[in-house]
């Protein structure tokens, strides 16, 4: 009985609003007044079903055209004018579509006015619109991040299965500085990292508004690995070359942390391979194959213990020593600060050896500062 008088009193909003349209619209301009219209006929209180294709393309049709501010403002006012779960998440998924017909004319929502400020969204009139609300939730800083692909990247390209795509878009990246593209890959990855925090479906879950946003994102998930994949193989040419050891590189570094952070993300995501299976195999090994090679060209130390040890590698010798309870510090000979046989007894005095008779395996205790 309750389901039953929601969806009366829905019927009845949905007519007044577009009654409404249609008198405020009527000295707008034929265009402006399609949009609006089709818009509300697309994001109905009534069904539980996603958005109206036909309404929906219709909206979609103005995206690339001068009316392209006017259907993302009138998406953005049905949004927010509306409390209910159902109306918010359909308007959702058609600024999703919005954004991503848009491309490169769309410069992203602005994160201090036009952001979709959807964090303390509830609707609690039903089961399905609690289930819903938890969605728009995340889905609006989904949003916004994905709105903001053009703006970070400089555009928003179109790598789905277009070889001649793919060598424009390496070209393009390998004509950026490697912080820039440090930065880009960064941002995806940040991307990658808010996917992982969807909310869990129950198993045998059937809510098919919920579907079409994972549809949606699975999309964006496999168009984002493509970007990522174009600026991994960049930095690894770059920044990784076998028999090459690169200590300290800040590059490198930051590289090391992308891949980790990627790591983590993979069993989250491991849910979309079966969309594109192969293009995500590729990727994955990808990632642990750069890991592999970043941690083989590090140069291997010894971590300070309380006795001097020996590490010999490629003719470079190393020492650690663990000084009262200082702080952990490396320590690195190079061929001209060998160790010796001969330790003094120094205090408060950095600690060199003249000698090269190599490295001492007795045991012995310095007081050392670095």
Not at 27 to 40: E, G, N
Not at 142 to 149: A, I, N, P, T
Not at 180 to 186: F, S
Not at 209 to 225: H, S, T
């Amino acid at each position: 009985m309750s389901e039953l008088k929601t969806r009366i009193i829905g019927k009845f909003k949905d007519k007044a609003s577009i009654g409404k349209a249609r008198l405020v619209h009527s000295f707008s301009s034929t265009a402006v007044k399609y949009i609006h219209l089709a818009l509300l006929k697309s994001t109905t209180h009534t069904s539980n079903k996603p958005p109206n294709s036909d309404y929906v393309s219709d909206v979609i049709s103005y995206s690339n055209s001068r009316y392209a501010p006017a259907a993302f403002a009138a998406a953005l006012w049905r949004l927010r004018v509306t409390k209910n779960a159902i109306v918010a998440t359909k308007s959702l998924i058609v600024i999703h579509k919005l954004i991503k017909s848009s491309r490169d004319n769309f410069e992203g929502l602005d994160r201090d006015r036009n952001n979709l400020k959807l964090n303390e969204f509830s609707d609690k009139s039903s089961t399905l619109a609690l289930e819903l609300s938890q969605w728009i939730r995340w889905y609006g800083l989904y949003l916004d991040r994905l709105s903001w692909v053009p703006k970070v990247l400089g555009s928003f390209p179109n790598l789905l299965e277009n070889p001649k795509e793919k060598v424009k878009e390496k070209d393009r990246v390998s004509s950026y500085q490697t912080g820039c593209i440090m930065r880009q890959t960064d941002f995806l990855v940040s991307f990658f990292e808010h996917i992982c925090t969807r909310p869990e479906a129950p198993p045998m879950y059937e809510n098919k508004i919920v579907d079409e946003i994972r549809e949606l994102v699975i999309q964006d998930y496999f168009m984002v690995v493509r970007l990522v994949m174009v600026r991994l193989q960049v930095l690894s040419e770059r920044l990784i070359k076998p028999g090459v050891k690169y200590i300290g590189d800040p590059g490198l570094n930051d590289l090391i942390l992308v891949l980790v952070r990627l790591e983590e993300c993979k069993e989250s995501l491991s849910g979309f391979f079966w969309r594109c299976r192969r293009l995500a195999e590729d990727f994955w090994c990808l990632v642990e194959m750069l890991k592999a090679e970043t941690v083989k060209d590090n140069k291997q130390m010894v971590i300070l213990a309380g006795l001097v040890q020996t590490t010999v590698k490629d003719d470079k010798e190393m020492v650690e020593i663990l000084a009262g309870s200082s702080p952990t510090e490396w320590v690195t000979f190079d061929d001209s600060e060998t160790s010796t046989h001969d330790v003094k007894n120094l205090d408060s005095k950095w600690v060199t050896f003249d000698d090269y008779n190599g490295l001492t395996n007795e045991s012995v205790w310095l007081s050392l500062y670095t």
